[in-house]
């Protein structure tokens, strides 16, 4: 890696909806508890099921972006697009938590899998000063203003089971210079309150973000894990948002795991079925590449017994930024999901 712009920026990908309106439509959306209901009595919605529990045991929103999208192309007709956005619609993918609404969201998300009988996968990007001021900036106003919010995430999951990957980047950008020296002490402090209070639930695994195989060494992030409680935490959490490989994504992560008391991990395989992008300015491969592909579908079934799942934390067709002719970070973008789903 050559500078910041290895890490991979995320997009902040959580639905925008209002608090008192998420649970409900959660709900009425319809999701099974077996692992073949369907979406909803509506005959106009694109009937979307949840994966055999035994080998993918998180939960497929059926009220997502991409299903959405599936239910709008079959209205038109246009069934090869739509057989391609099913192939991410029918998938579990990271919900990530808004600022606005952390409690509302949180119970609306763990309230709909549990009806399914399934694990929520939420994802909590939030911390002050996130992405350097970039395509994704923003976070909480300051510490107390986080902490806030992450009792609040807290107090909507409570005993009901999630899978939670905590703060994409936050640790790598205080090793890779991105974030000013002045923010580091306060950075660490609030991972190591949010890895002791979601720690705490009692269904709940939270995995701290560690970078991927393309930004540096293991050597440069074990030790400002460990300043991050990443000893409270099960695991890490390796890829989010980026491209690398599986095969290069377990290496990266065995010999982090190493370093940080064996800790297993989960990798982001949402898009890296080709590869990392290896043309254009260095800076910004990281953003809306050309030419990707969707990686292996998600699932705890994976290719090695420290890796304990491969999952979708980006959600893909979710534009990474206003780069390479796509929208502003998170928004749909049907001609890049398109391309991930033939390339």
């Known amino acids: 890696m050559s500078g910041k712009r290895g890490a991979g920026h995320r997009c902040a990908s959580g639905a925008r909806v209002s608090a008192a309106a998420l649970g ?3 709900l009425v959306a319809g999701c099974s508890s077996g692992d073949g209901g369907d979406a909803g009595d509506d005959p106009g919605a694109a009937r979307i099921t949840q994966q055999p529990k035994g080998a993918n045991p ?14 709008s192309l079959e209205k038109d007709g246009k069934k090869s697009e739509a057989e391609g956005i099913r192939k991410i619609a029918e998938q579990p993918m990271g919900e990530w938590i808004s600022p606005e609404s952390p409690e509302a969201e949180a119970r609306g998300y763990t309230e709909a899998a549990e009806k399914a009988d399934r694990t929520a996968l939420l994802v909590l990007y939030n911390i002050p000063h996130r992405d350097c001021g970039q395509y994704s900036g923003g976070g909480a106003a300051d510490g107390n203003a986080y902490r ?14 999630a899978t939670v990957v905590l703060e994409p ?16 002490e306060e950075r660490y402090d609030l991972l190591k309150y949010a890895l002791g209070k979601l720690g705490a639930l009692p269904a709940t695994k939270v995995y701290l973000d560690a970078g991927n195989a393309g930004w540096g060494h293991p050597d440069q992030i074990f030790e400002p894990l460990k300043w991050a409680g990443i000893d409270q935490a099960d695991g890490f959490a390796v890829n989010v948002s ?38 254009g300015d260095e800076s910004e ?59």
Request: charged share 25%; with cysteine; hydrophobic share 35%.
């Open 24 to 26: 409900a439509a959660l």
């Open 58 to 71: 998180f939960w497929v929103n059926p009220d997502s972006k991409a299903a959405g999208e599936l239910a």
């Open 148 to 161: 806030e919010w992450i009792d609040g995430v807290a107090k909507g999951i409570e005993g009901r089971p």
């Open 169 to 184: 980047d936050a640790v790598l950008h205080l090793v890779d210079g991105c974030t000013p020296d002045e923010f580091h």
């Open 242 to 279: 980026n491209f690398y490989t599986t095969q290069d994504s377990i290496a990266y992560g065995k010999q982090l795991s190493a370093k940080v008391g064996n800790k297993p991990f989960v990798i982001d395989t949402s898009r890296n079925g080709n590869g990392p992008y290896a043309e």
């Open 285 to 343: 491969r990281w953003c809306n590449p050309p030419g990707r592909a969707l990686g292996e579908t998600p699932t705890t079934k994976t290719a090695d017994p420290q890796v304990d799942a491969y999952l979708w934390v980006k959600r893909p067709g979710e534009s990474d930024g206003e780069c390479k002719g796509g929208p502003k970070a998170g928004e749909w973008w049907t001609t890049y999901a398109l391309t991930l789903t033939k390339a």
